[in-house]
């Protein structure tokens, strides 16, 4: 099976998990799937928040009702793929540069579901260059500032977030303390959000295999 494959049978697996309510939508090709999927349920539930502009469209394009995070309290569910996990479930994400809104709606819901196909899953965070979103201004000093921690910051140039930002992706870091890296990454001025999800790690992980939907939970 293809890689896209696995991804739409973790995001049809993702459906088990939705009880109603307001569901929290991340951002990413698997996610993608599961808006497809979460259609064909969608009376069901009371609509989504999203995790991204790009999410709030296809949502819209899928009849689901797009809701403002603000207005619903805390939400039963997250659904939401990622670039790498292990086996702590704690992730790195921010492939698409959403990272900010996805570790919002991420904290700001009861259980966070993880959907992934089985080659993002390692043994230790880091192979995948590490997304954090930064204060245009602070941009130089924060890359001399991950410099130190033993990284290489590259520029994504020629995107900016859904906040008006910009992403430095840091290659050649080992992340044996993902928590440890992650608060410290947060404390660096000019640093708006780290792409460690690990301080709130997903509470299930499901993969798609060759061999059908694999849960870590
Ligand atoms: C976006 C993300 C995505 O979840 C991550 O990049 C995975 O994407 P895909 O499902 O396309 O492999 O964090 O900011």
Known sequence: MYQDELKKQ?????LDYVEGGVIGVGTGSTVNHFIAALARICHRIE??????????????QHGIPVLD????????????????ANHQLELIKGGGGALTREKIVAAASRRFVC?????????????FPLPVEVIPMARS???????????????????????????????????????????????????????IFALRPAD?????????????A
């Open 115 to 127: 959907i992934a196909d089985e080659s993002k899953l390692v043994e230790v965070l880091g192979r």
């Open 141 to 195: 000093f924060v890359a001399r500032e991950l410099v130190r921690l033993g990284g290489t910051p590259v520029w994504r140039e020629g995107f900016v977030t859904d906040n008006g930002n910009v992403i430095l992706d840091v290659q050649g870091l080992s992340i044996h303390d993902p928590k440890a890296l992650e608060q410290q990454i947060n404390n660096i001025p000019g640093v708006v959000t780290v792409g």
């Open 10 to 14: 973790a995001a049809e697996a993702a």
């Open 69 to 84: 995070l603000n207005a619903v309290g805390e939400l039963g569910l997250y659904v939401d793929g990622a670039d790498e």
């Open 47 to 60: 609509g989504a928040v999203s995790s991204s502009e790009a999410s709030t469209e296809r949502l819209k």
């Open 204 to 216: 299930v992980l499901i993969l798609g295999t060759q061999n059908g939907p694999q849960t870590i």
